[in-house]
T-cell receptor, first 112, second 112 residues
Framework: EADIYQTPRYLVIGTGKKITLECSQT?????MYWYQQDPGMELHLIHY???????EKGDLSSESTVSRIRTEHFPLTLESARPSHTSQYLC???????????FGPGTRLTVT | GENVEQHPSTLSVQEGDSAVIKCTYS??????FPWYKQELGKRPQLIID?????GEKKDQRIAVTLNKTAKHFSLHITETQPEDSAVYFC???????????FGTGTRLLVSP
């Protein structure tokens, strides 16, 4: 079934650890996005990609990095996690030339 | 700056009543306006959208209206049901990449 997958769904880690949040989509979409959302609050764009080898920073300053080596895969990495990174991270994707965005289930990250 | 204002932040209605959520956007070049519904612990789901060349769009019990001159758009839900209870986000495309800028969300509670 065509969908957007995120792993892990929940993660609790200690300060200073390096982590990678995975996002994969089988939708055949070119554009992919990462948003940060505190529970029930607005979504903030932190990274986006037009396609393979394309990555851009979004509006919200983030200490994370992304890569886009394969069309279906858009991982997000935090080199050194801090308590301020505690949040939900949502991956989304969309077709090139289209405006609609579809979201994955999210990763809820807690940094202790 | 690029922003979307959304009101009210919370809305409580009785089952069967209508609910209206309003958003105002800042960029006159915005041309795509989606609405997302996010249930507790779930991903945001696209429920309806409208483009700048259309003034109104309906899908069963939900409708969206757009006033380009005033730069505002609204979500209308008729005959509300308890399962409509969720946080609703409006958004508008802004910038060269047509990124989505989200409103701050409206928590809708429909009481039986």
């Amino acid at each position: 079934e065509a969908d957007i997958y995120q792993t892990p769904r929940y993660l609790v880690i200690g300060t200073g650890k390096k982590i990678t949040l995975e996002c994969s989509q089988t939708m055949g979409h070119d554009k992919m996005y990462w948003y940060q959302q505190d529970p029930g609050m607005e979504l903030h764009l932190i990274h986006y990609s037009y396609g393979v080898n394309s990555t851009e920073k979004g509006d919200l300053s983030s200490e994370s990095t992304v890569s886009r080596i394969r069309t279906e895969h858009f991982p997000l990495t935090l080199e050194s996690a801090r308590p301020s990174h505690t949040s939900q991270y949502l991956c989304a994707s969309g077709l090139a030339g289209a405006d609609e965005q579809y979201f994955g289930p999210g990763t809820r990250l807690t940094v202790t | 700056g690029e922003n979307v204002e959304q009101h009210p932040s919370t809305l409580s209605v009785q089952e069967g009543d209508s609910a209206v959520i309003k958003c105002t956007y800042s960029d006159s070049a915005s041309n795509y306006f989606p609405w997302y519904k996010q249930e507790l612990g779930k991903r945001p789901q696209l429920i309806i959208d409208i483009r700048s060349n259309v003034g109104e769009k309906k899908d069963q019990r939900i409708a969206v209206t757009l006033n380009k001159t005033a730069k505002h758009f609204s979500l209308h839900i008729t005959e509300t049901q308890p399962e409509d209870s969720a946080v609703y986000f409006c958004a508008a495309t802004m910038g060269g990449f047509q990124k989505l800028v989200f409103g701050t969300g409206t928590r809708l509670l429909v009481s039986p």
